[in-house]
């Protein structure tokens, strides 16, 4: 083990490269090009024996590394906000064909306006493609998660893609502490992808994605979806393998628990400014407020019995959304509600667009929302709230 | 105890990378710590903030720093040209790279002539000279941060070869020229 201190893509291409990636394709958008940057250098410097295709686009990037994954190759890409909508075709051709494409998100907010800044509705918005999605928290964890994508990925119960989601810049361009194991113990430990039972290759000519009958269509989508089921077990055992294994200190499972035992009310939150919320959460449990939070790790497959057991045994949740659905709530916000049985959900939109979320706003959100619900106001809740304390007419 | 800093520079001025170097100098001395860059649309000539935080314990806050203890000032135009007061009101200390001292209201102002060291000893890219290794032994000095040994060493993962050696002699320069008002 080897301690860096990486910035957030550095520690993406870092992983890329201990999983010794046999195909890399990429189309640079901001806040994501440092990690393919990184890799570009590795590839030149002889450190990773890659390909290295450059493509005019992403939709291209993903399609090479499609049929990289469909020759048997251990692939990765990377994206950002409008280039992963620009994928949006690929995505379901890579989870329809159960290949395990392993590609990151450094999260970026979607234009107009122009803006390079995190939230969440870029990755959040593939979530029906079939893709398992995590979302890191530290630098530590997005480096980890890179890494266990190939095993949960390629692992004979899964095979479906991984993406792995980073706030840009809040970790893709921050430099924190890293550990990194070494070469030959992650080789032990992540074998070599294993051969497909059948596999694209030149001279073997045969059809894929062919006209199917509507029965085997269903067919084929109830058996990935049974696989995403799986996949829940699958994180489970692989986080906790690696952990016990490598050490670095991240948590492991589908959700972190953070103060949770004993709680009254439970905040929920996914990505990098959980840190924030956690800091939130001490200070509001010293000032005598029982509050914890439940950190989502990964939105698909979605904790469901997880979070169902955590919502039960509070008196009422908060979740704090950095996305929305146009018409509805927030995207967390709709996806926590639906798995609650009785618990109200209060949904806060905050943090569109890049803007600044402190743990300072956390408390004054956290602290109203306990407010709230012990003034007997959970009722007016239906409405997800958008925390804009700049805007003082309403 | 976390420490919060933050650093003003322009684009291209090495501000990123000298929050990084103290970064690892403070994890060469087994202290957590954090680099963070706020972009903008930002290209080289724009103004740019970068945060440094340090601390015993992992730190989890990855908001901006909003009340930095200390405030590096990469060159005395920023000041003209931007409200240091509003984003690091006094009395919270200053270190600007200046050939002298300057009064800045209630607060304590530290100079170091990190321009005067980079082009002595040649530390130029593109015609700029290079500030940023200067600034950061200045700031380790001036706010505590890490011993000089650790800035240098820290810096061997940022520099190699005749940049290095340039570079440390910068690092030297700046820690034993920095002043107080």
């Given at each position: 083990?080897?301690?860096?201190?990486?910035?957030?893509?550095?520690?993406?291409?870092?992983?890329?490269?201990?999983?010794?990636?046999?195909?890399?394709?990429?189309?640079?958008?901001?806040?994501?090009?440092?990690?393919?940057?990184?890799?570009?250098?590795?590839?030149?410097?002889?450190?990773?024996?890659?390909?290295?295709?450059?493509?005019?686009?992403?939709?291209?990037?993903?399609?090479?590394?499609?049929?990289?994954?469909?020759?048997?190759?251990?692939?990765?890409?990377?994206?950002?906000?409008?280039?992963?909508?620009?994928?949006?075709?690929?995505?379901?051709?890579?989870?329809?064909?159960?290949?395990?494409?392993?590609?990151?998100?450094?999260?970026?907010?979607?234009?107009?306006?122009?803006?390079?800044?995190?939230?969440?509705?870029?990755?959040?918005?593939?979530?029906?493609?079939?893709?398992?999605?995590?979302?890191?928290?530290?630098?530590?964890?997005?480096?980890?998660?890179?890494?266990?994508?190939?095993?949960?990925?390629?692992?004979?119960?899964?095979?479906?893609?991984?993406?792995?989601?980073?706030?840009?810049?809040?970790?893709?361009?921050?430099?924190?502490?890293?550990?990194?194991?070494?070469?030959?113990?992650?080789?032990?430990?992540?074998?070599?992808?294993?051969?497909?039972?059948?596999?694209?290759?030149?001279?073997?000519?045969?059809?894929?994605?062919?006209?199917?009958?509507?029965?085997?269509?269903?067919?084929?989508?109830?058996?990935?979806?049974?696989?995403?089921?799986?996949?829940?077990?699958?994180?489970?055992?692989?986080?906790?393998?690696?952990?016990?294994?490598?050490?670095?200190?991240?948590?492991?499972?589908?959700?972190?628990?953070?103060?949770?035992?004993?709680?009254?009310?439970?905040?929920?939150?996914?990505?990098?400014?959980?840190?924030?919320?956690?800091?939130?959460?001490?200070?509001?449990?010293?000032?005598?407020?029982?509050?914890?939070?439940?950190?989502?790790?990964?939105?698909?497959?979605?904790?469901?019995?997880?979070?169902?057991?955590?919502?039960?045994?509070?008196?009422?949740?908060?979740?704090?959304?950095?996305?929305?659905?146009?018409?509805?709530?927030?995207?967390?916000?709709?996806?926590?509600?639906?798995?609650?049985?009785?618990?109200?959900?209060?949904?806060?939109?905050?943090?569109?667009?890049?803007?600044?979320?402190?743990?300072?706003?956390?408390?004054?959100?956290?602290?109203?929302?306990?407010?709230?619900?012990?003034?007997?106001?959970?009722?007016?809740?239906?409405?997800?709230?958008?925390?804009?304390?700049?805007?003082?007419?309403? | 105890?976390?420490?919060?800093?933050?650093i003003l520079s322009r684009g291209g001025q090495g501000g990123v990378?000298?929050?990084?170097?103290?970064?690892?100098?403070?994890?060469?001395?087994?202290?957590?710590?954090?680099?963070?860059p706020e972009f903008g649309?930002e290209r080289r000539g724009a103004i740019v903030r970068s945060?440094?935080?340090?601390?015993?314990?992992?730190?989890?806050?990855?908001?901006?720093?909003?009340?930095?203890?200390?405030?590096?000032?990469f060159?005395?135009?920023i000041?003209?040209?931007?409200?240091?007061?509003?984003?690091?009101?006094?009395?919270?200390?200053?270190?600007?790279?200046?050939?002298?001292?300057?009064?800045?209201?209630?607060?304590?102002?530290?100079?170091?002539?990190?321009?005067?060291?980079?082009?002595?000893?040649?530390?130029?890219?593109?015609?700029?000279?290079?500030?940023?290794?200067?600034?950061?032994?200045?700031?380790?000095?001036?706010?505590?941060?890490?011993?000089?040994?650790?800035?240098?060493?820290?810096?061997?993962?940022?520099?190699?070869?005749?940049?290095?050696?340039?570079?440390?002699?910068?690092?030297?320069?700046?820690?034993?020229?920095?002043?107080?008002?």
């Amino acid at each position: 083990m080897k301690k860096k201190i990486l910035m957030g893509s550095h520690a993406v291409a870092e992983a890329v490269k201990l999983a010794r990636v046999d195909v890399i394709s990429a189309y640079p958008i901001t806040p994501q090009t440092v990690i393919v940057e990184r890799l570009a250098e590795m590839v030149e410097r002889g450190e990773l024996k890659s390909r290295y295709v450059r493509v005019e686009s992403e939709h291209s990037a993903l399609a090479v590394v499609y049929g990289a994954s469909a020759g048997g190759s251990r692939v990765f890409t990377a994206t950002s906000s409008h280039g992963l909508l620009y994928m949006y075709e690929m995505l379901w051709w890579v989870t329809n064909s159960r290949l395990p494409v392993v590609m990151a998100v450094a999260t970026r907010a979607i234009g107009p306006p122009w803006n390079i800044h995190t939230d969440h509705n870029d990755a959040l918005t593939i979530r029906d493609a079939g893709w398992i999605i995590g979302f890191a928290e530290s630098v530590q964890e997005a480096f980890d998660m890179t890494l266990q994508a190939y095993k949960i990925g390629e692992d004979k119960r899964v095979l479906l893609p991984v993406m792995i989601a980073l706030d840009g810049f809040i970790l893709s361009h921050t430099s924190e502490p890293v550990l990194v194991p070494e070469e030959e113990e992650v080789a032990d430990w992540l074998p070599p992808r294993e051969p497909l039972p059948f596999k694209v290759e030149p001279g073997k000519p045969f059809a894929v994605g062919n006209l199917g009958p509507d029965n085997v269509t269903m067919e084929l989508r109830w058996n990935a979806w049974k696989a995403a089921e799986r996949a829940k077990r699958v994180i489970e055992e692989v986080s906790a393998q690696y952990e016990k294994r490598f050490v670095t200190g991240t948590s492991s499972g589908l959700v972190e628990r953070y103060e949770t035992e004993g709680a009254k009310y439970l905040a929920i939150s996914i990505g990098a400014w959980s840190g924030d919320v956690k800091e939130a959460v001490d200070a509001l449990r010293e000032e005598g407020y029982d509050v914890g939070l439940a950190r989502i790790r990964y939105v698909r497959p979605f904790p469901r019995e997880e979070l169902r057991d955590l919502l039960s045994s509070v008196r009422a949740a908060v979740v704090l959304d950095r996305s929305v659905s146009m018409g509805h709530m927030g995207i967390l916000g709709s996806e926590v509600r639906a798995v609650s049985e009785r618990t109200p959900v209060k949904n806060v939109i905050a943090g569109i667009g890049g803007v600044d979320v402190s743990y300072k706003d956390f408390i004054s959100i956290l602290r109203g929302f306990v407010e709230e619900y012990e003034a007997g106001l959970s009722g007016e809740w239906s409405v997800a709230e958008w925390y804009m304390p700049w805007v003082t007419e309403r | 105890m976390l420490r919060e800093f933050m650093i003003l520079s322009r684009g291209g001025q090495g501000g990123v990378t000298a929050s990084r170097i103290l970064a690892t100098a403070a994890a060469v001395e087994g202290r957590w710590a954090q680099a963070m860059p706020e972009f903008g649309a930002e290209r080289r000539g724009a103004i740019v903030r970068s945060y440094l935080r340090v601390s015993e314990e992992p730190i989890r806050r990855r908001s901006a720093v909003r009340e930095p203890e200390g405030v590096a000032v990469f060159s005395r135009r920023i000041i003209e040209i931007t409200d240091v007061n509003k984003l690091a009101p006094p009395p919270v200390p200053l270190l600007l790279n200046s050939e002298k001292g300057v009064v800045l209201g209630e607060r304590r102002v530290f100079y170091v002539d990190a321009t005067g060291i980079a082009l002595k000893l040649g530390l130029l890219v593109a015609g700029w000279p290079l500030v940023n290794t200067a600034m950061a032994a200045a700031m380790a000095k001036t706010f505590n941060i890490a011993s000089l040994e650790s800035v240098k060493k820290a810096m061997g993962d940022y520099f190699r070869g005749k940049t290095l050696e340039a570079n440390l002699a910068a690092a030297e320069l700046a820690w034993e020229s920095v002043r107080g008002l």
